[in-house]
């Protein structure tokens, strides 16, 4: 080791002591402060005071523009989507996932967003089916195999939480290819992979391995929590995915839940099959039974097989002996909405609220006054707040005023009678 190397490893070694000394002299909250960057949270308004930045605008904001691409994505042609899917969700637990440049680490930050995004697919997707898998000293394990119970899937990811070792993209895609390649036709196969390395230590050439899920008919799609990956974005255009690279939190968290939504069918995958579909009987209680899914006996648990009579724990399912596909019918009532979606309602601006009598109206859901731009129904011209306009077009699915449409004449017509 020659002088120059010694004198910059020396000036290395100070400025990290000098870091050190800074961060020691700074009291307990001025720590917290920093890490937090709480500054960022404020912004300057007309007059040049601070305040706090409005979030819930912000999202109404980002929630109408999402809207308003979904319907001109649908109104440029007819869409086809599938509502059967089957999705494993790979998740990078290699040391780089231990960075901080997330609070508190990026395995924190991955691990809540997940759990909500597992309950937001479900409920999205009645009918599909999740399977985790985890990266690890450079190898992939799978968690749990495809399955419809959320909260087996949460309690598996949280007990195995934890980083170490390198990366492998290519051993994951082999693990994900030989679970989704069996699945039927009727089933989109779908591949999202939560990836924190700017690396990866393949055993072999990973570009066959993406043209084999290519072939399989995989749509791959990425999030990145570093820096873009050549790699990465080679393997999302090959199978029809997409890759993002989040900036923070905020921005990881809608990546991550433009995702539950059923997404367009390759056009050249998109075939229409019938399926044979069961519908099951729950379980007496106090029977006595083996589940045929964990291969135990429970004491009125589950479902009975209307061709087999083998018992299940949970629906969807896919029965292990007859190999019938098991639903229950609000499975196939909450996926009709995606068939038949709600129009975006017709924002109403800042001006055509000042001038028309709109404030003088209420929202026609919850009752309340209208003390800001709402938007309004293209069919039944009813006004809806923000608020109730993001919960019809997210979780209810119908509007209130065109169903009281419908009602309102049958219900004369039953009173004449």
């Known amino acids: 080791m020659n002088n120059s190397e010694k004198k910059r490893m020396n000036g290395e070694a100070e400025e990290e002591n000098e870091e050190d000394v800074e961060d020691e002299g700074r009291d307990a909250w001025e720590r917290t402060y920093t890490d937090e960057r709480s500054w960022e949270a404020l912004e300057e308004d007309e007059s040049g005071l601070l305040q706090p930045i409005d979030n819930k605008a912000i999202y109404h904001s980002q929630y109408r ?36 440049d997330f609070k ?82 009727y089933g989109h196969r779908e591949v999202l992979i939560l990836y924190s390395a700017l690396s990866t230590c393949d055993p072999g050439d990973i570009m066959e391995t993406i043209q084999k899920c290519k072939k399989a008919k995989l749509r791959c799609s990425v999030i990145g929590l570093s820096a873009e990956m050549f790699v990465c974005k080679h393997l999302c255009q090959e199978t029809g995915g997409s890759y993002m690279v989040a900036l923070d939190e905020g921005h990881f968290k809608e990546l991550l839940l433009e995702h539950a939504p ?29 589940c045929s899914c964990h291969r135990e006996a429970k004491v009125g648990e ?83 707040c923000l608020d109730c306009d993001i ?14 449409r419908r009602i309102t004449p049958a219900a004369a017509s039953a009173t004449k009678s």
């Not at 007819?78 to 996932?97: P, T």
């Not at 009918?127 to 495809?146: F, H, N, P, R, W």
């Open 65 to 100: 523009r999402r809207l308003q691409s979904l319907s001109a994505t649908s109104a440029a042609s007819r869409i086809q989507k599938g509502l059967i899917r089957f999705l494993c969700v790979v998740v990078d637990l290699s040391k780089a996932a231990g960075e901080m």
């Open 104 to 185: 508190p680490s990026r395995m924190a930050v991955i691990a809540k967003h997940v759990e909500a995004f597992i309950r937001e697919f479900f409920d999205q997707n009645p009918l599909s089916q999740i399977g985790l898998v985890i990266i690890k000293d450079g190898v992939a394990q799978s968690l749990t195999e495809l399955g419809g119970s959320p909260e087996a899937h949460i309690k598996a990811l949280m007990v195995k939480l934890g980083c170490a070792g390198d990366s492998s993209l290519q051993n994951a895609l082999e693990l994900v290819h030989d679970t989704l390649h069996k699945i039927p036709s």
């Open 262 to 290: 059923p997404p367009p069918a390759l056009a050249e995958f998109a075939i229409a099959n019938l399926i044979k579909m069961g519908f099951p009987q729950r379980a007496a209680e106090g029977s006595i039974a083996i």
């Open 302 to 384: 589950g479902y009975i097989c209307p061709r087999c009579k083998a018992r299940v724990c949970e629906l969807p399912t896919e029965c292990r002996f007859c190999g019938l596909t098991l639903v229950s019918s609000p499975h196939l009532a909450r996926s009709y909405h995606h068939l038949f979606p709600i129009e975006p309602f017709t924002e109403i601006s800042a001006r055509q609220f000042e001038l028309s009598r709109v404030a003088s109206k209420t929202c026609f859901s919850c009752r309340e006054s209208l003390l800001t731009p709402g938007a309004a129904c293209t069919k039944c011209k009813q006004y809806f």
């Open 391 to 404: 919960y019809i077009h997210e979780s209810l699915h119908n509007c209130p005023g065109c169903e009281s």
